[in-house]
């Protein structure tokens, strides 16, 4: 184990950047299997192709798309009790008509189970492809990244002036604001009240 140390140290390995990767350092993104854009990087993370290629990540070219769409999402119906059996035989449509920018698959079928599913819960058909869908659900979570806040408990009450909340527990630092300091996924320009554990742990107990 020493000779191999001591060799990847004296050789280490050089990517196309001229990177060096001695004994210790992760593999070379060069040397991964997927593309940036294949993997859940890109959900948490999300780059563009260029910037994706600049920091040395290798980027998956969609193929071209030639569906036979049977169906526009126009014309599908509103109300799942109005959607017959034959839906499963459709290609329908996109909303997105792949115009955006969301790895869209421009059509997409219905499986059996999946319209059992939309029936039995009463949803609507959906009108968006699965990238799609995915990728909209996605930027419903909160950033991957932290703020400084301040505990937004103002004593009685919150602080927050758009959102009126009025505290029903005593908190540790009684009728004064609270003093605690923190990070938060929630950024500063947000609506939501933002209490710091204590105060949520008071509020909720």
Same mark, same amino acid.
């Given at each position: 184990?020493?000779?191999?140390?001591?060799?990847?140290?004296? =050789?280490?390995?050089?990517?196309?950047?001229?990177?060096?990767?001695?004994?210790?350092?992760?593999?070379?993104?060069?040397?991964?299997?997927?593309?940036?854009?294949?993997?859940?990087?890109?959900?948490?993370?999300? =780059?563009?192709?260029?910037?994706a290629e600049a920091r040395g990540y290798s980027w998956q070219k969609n193929d071209a798309k030639d569906y036979q769409i049977s169906i526009s999402t126009d014309n599908l119906p509103d109300e799942i009790d109005d959607v017959k059996d034959d839906i499963l035989k459709e290609i329908i449509e996109c909303a997105h008509q792949g115009k955006c920018?969301?790895?869209?698959?421009?059509?997409?079928?219905?499986?059996?189970?999946?319209?059992?599913?939309?029936?039995?819960?009463?949803?609507?058909?959906?009108?968006?492809?699965?990238?799609?869908? #995915?990728?909209?659900?996605?930027?419903?979570?909160?950033?991957?990244?932290?703020?400084?806040?301040?505990?937004?408990?103002?004593? =009685?009450?919150?602080?927050?002036?758009?959102?009126?909340?009025?505290?029903?527990?005593? #908190?540790? #630092?009684?009728?004064?604001?609270?003093?605690?300091?923190?990070?938060?996924?929630?950024?500063?320009?947000?609506?939501?009240?933002?209490?710091?554990?204590?105060?949520?742990?008071?509020?909720?107990?």
């Amino acid at each position: 184990m020493p000779k191999i140390i001591d060799q990847m140290n004296q =050789l280490p390995y050089l990517d196309k950047k001229g990177i060096r990767y001695p004994y210790g350092e992760f593999f070379p993104v060069e040397l991964s299997m997927f593309a940036y854009n294949e993997t859940i990087a890109q959900d948490y993370l999300p =780059l563009t192709k260029e910037k994706a290629e600049a920091r040395g990540y290798s980027w998956q070219k969609n193929d071209a798309k030639d569906y036979q769409i049977s169906i526009s999402t126009d014309n599908l119906p509103d109300e799942i009790d109005d959607v017959k059996d034959d839906i499963l035989k459709e290609i329908i449509e996109c909303a997105h008509q792949g115009k955006c920018n969301e790895e869209c698959a421009t059509a997409f079928r219905i499986i059996p189970q999946e319209l059992e599913f939309y029936r039995k819960l009463g949803l609507p058909l959906p009108r968006l492809c699965f990238n799609c869908r #995915h990728i909209q659900r996605i930027k419903k979570r909160n950033p991957m990244k932290l703020w400084p806040r301040t505990c937004e408990c103002d004593g =009685l009450a919150s602080r927050q002036s758009l959102i009126a909340y009025t505290n029903t527990a005593e #908190h540790f #630092h009684g009728s004064a604001p609270c003093p605690n300091q923190f990070e938060t996924s929630y950024a500063p320009d947000r609506p939501e009240i933002v209490y710091c554990e204590s105060c949520y742990n008071s509020e909720v107990s």
